[in-house]
């Protein structure tokens, strides 16, 4: 059985509306997205902004509400929960957001934002909290000197860093990681993606990474879904899915991956909406690699 598995996952918004336009128009942001995650594996999410990467990942751990479907965690639908069973599933189920500048208050030192999930949740004595604060700042590669910090006194990522040992506070099983590395630099981003994969082999974390670089997906991910439109359009083992790509949309998004040998042969492909209907469902077209076509 997965860790995790969405079933017709759907999130609709309101566009427009008011004084002068008095009709809204309806987006929806997920439109019936399906995947599972097995425990121990990295699943990565991937597609343009806009195509409703992050906005699965926070229905997934109802930040946001959708507005139907079902998200099964360990056999159960997180959907139903009360909101008392929802705060305890919080402890299996956390968080990285991408921005590290906005996602930690500002007033707070960086011991208290780290020991906030376990105050709420009641678990240890002060002395107790203050003891994994500071494991938790030797985990991620912090110096336990500099807890009583503010935010503004850390690099990009160090503040990321932040995120993480938060995240990582209640001993969680599942971990959603929405572009944790998109708003660093380019020469810290390697950092954190490599600690991120210490981290799940040394805790034995279960990861949703969304991002749109692909090539970080390759290198990191087990398997991979292709989002558009808040649709999957296709998904598979990150090998065959890379190796025979096979949505329009997907071959696009490849072609545009930068290489490393600026002599290497290439061809760039036009993205045409017009070659493919959106309304096709995913098709098994290989082994555990299904597309939209």
Same mark, same amino acid.
């Given at each position: 059985m997965p860790l995790l598995e969405v079933r017709h996952l759907v999130k609709q918004f309101s566009r427009g509306g008011g004084f002068l336009k008095p009709s809204a128009a309806t987006v929806r942001a997920v439109d019936d997205v399906s995947f599972a995650i097995d425990e121990g594996d990295?699943?990565?999410?991937?597609?343009?902004?806009?195509?409703?990467?992050?906005?699965?990942? @926070?229905? /997934?751990?109802r930040l946001i509400e959708p507005d139907s479907g079902e998200v099964h965690f360990r056999g159960e639908n997180v959907l139903q929960y009360s909101k008392y069973r929802m705060r305890l599933a919080r402890r299996d189920m956390q968080v990285v957001f991408q921005d590290p500048y906005s996602s930690l208050n500002p007033r707070m030192r960086a011991r208290d934002i780290v020991e906030e999930p376990l105050i709420i949740h009641q678990l240890g004595s002060p002395q107790e909290r203050r003891a994994r604060v500071a494991e938790l700042f030797g985990l991620v590669g912090l110096d336990s000197a500099h807890l009583g910090r503010f935010?503004?006194?850390?690099?990009? *990522?160090?503040?990321? @860093? /932040? *995120?993480? !040992? @938060? !995240?990582?506070?209640?001993?969680? !099983?599942?971990?959603? !990681?929405?572009?944790?590395?998109?708003?660093?630099d380019v020469s810290i981003q390697a950092q954190v993606i490599q600690l991120l994969l210490e981290l799940r082999s040394r805790l034995r974390l279960t990861l949703l990474f969304i991002a749109h670089d692909l090539r970080l997906v390759e290198n990191i991910c087990n398997r991979v879904a292709v989002m558009y439109l808040g649709k999957i359009v296709e998904m598979g083992n990150t090998d065959a899915l890379f190796a025979n790509p096979t949505h329009p949309y997907t071959r696009a998004l490849l072609s545009a991956v930068p290489r490393l040998d600026p002599d290497e042969p290439r061809t760039r492909v036009e993205f045409d909406t017009s070659s493919f209907d @959106?309304?096709?469902?995913l098709r098994e077209i290989g082994n555990g690699h299904w597309a939209a076509v």
């Open positions: 990295m699943f990565g999410l991937v597609g343009e902004s806009g195509s409703g990467k992050s906005t699965t990942g @926070r229905c /997934i751990l935010p503004h006194e850390f690099s990009g *990522g160090q503040r990321q @860093r /932040i *995120g993480i !040992a @938060r !995240a990582l506070a209640l001993n969680p !099983a599942f971990v959603v !990681a929405d572009e944790p590395v998109s708003a660093l @959106r309304d096709v469902p």
